[in-house]
């Protein structure tokens, strides 16, 4: 995937463009469960509204234009059964498009050597709505919402805790499950991250 964003004018855009391929489970032939591969295609036209942003505080507000599409790439080659059931392929080819907003705020401060904040608090909140009269083929309302905080430990000048609350709910007339993740620990190449100094970071 890909964006790019100018922040020249007021309000700021950006552009983004996405996709991924991915093997599932759901096709079902001969009463059993197969894998099949699925390709997913994502934009997003956003425009940020100008925010407030102060030394000690800042928020910021923008309104997106999702488009969402996808297809299968590779079914499963195994030839049905005449005694068993008839097969069914899981749903896909679909196309989804909404809008979207994002409200974010935070308090959040650092020091200058520390690998991220060490004290305040970011709360973001999101809602993304699919009709089709904004080129959807169902129907959907999604919320999503997410909180950290940074408490300096009680021990040294740079030990943190570092709290995470997340949530979302979704409804509408989609039959499929997997609409959207709340995020764990990452996986991460130990290699890799050694030799392009990168570290954890929240999903």
């Given amino acids: 995937g890909g964006s790019y964003g ?3 004018l007021r309000p700021s855009l950006r552009a983004s463009f996405s996709r991924s391929v991915a093997e599932r489970t759901g096709f079902r032939v001969n009463g059993m469960n197969l894998p099949y591969t699925e390709e997913s295609l ?6 940020g509204l100008p925010g ?3 030394p ?3 928020w910021g507000l923008s309104l997106d234009y999702d488009l969402d599409w996808s297809r299968l790439l590779e079914v499963p080659t195994v030839a049905p059964d005449p005694n068993a059931p008839a097969p069914r392929a899981p749903l896909a080819d679909y196309r989804q498009a909404g809008v979207a907003t994002r409200l974010s705020f935070g308090n959040t401060r650092g020091a200058l050597y520390a690998t991220g904040p060490t004290e305040g608090s970011e709360l973001s909140l999101s809602a ?6 904004l ?3 169902y129907r959907a309302l999604q919320v999503n919402w997410t909180a950290r905080t940074y408490l300096p430990a009680p021990w040294g000048k740079t030990p943190t805790f570092a709290l995470r609350l997340a949530g979302g709910v979704r ?3 989609l039959p499929r499950t997997g609409a959207f993740g709340l995020g764990a620990i990452p996986a991460q190449d130990v290699v ?3 030799l392009d100094s990168a570290r954890f970071g929240n999903t």
């Fill in 6 to 8: 100018y922040g020249g």
């Fill in 171 to 173: 409804a509408g007339d």
């Fill in 56 to 58: 000690d505080t800042s």
């Fill in 192 to 194: 890799r991250s050694i």
């Fill in 52 to 54: 407030e942003r102060r």
């Fill in 135 to 137: 080129g959807a083929e």
């Fill in 128 to 133: 993304r709505i699919d009709h089709p009269a």
């Fill in 42 to 47: 994502g934009a997003t036209l956003s425009v």
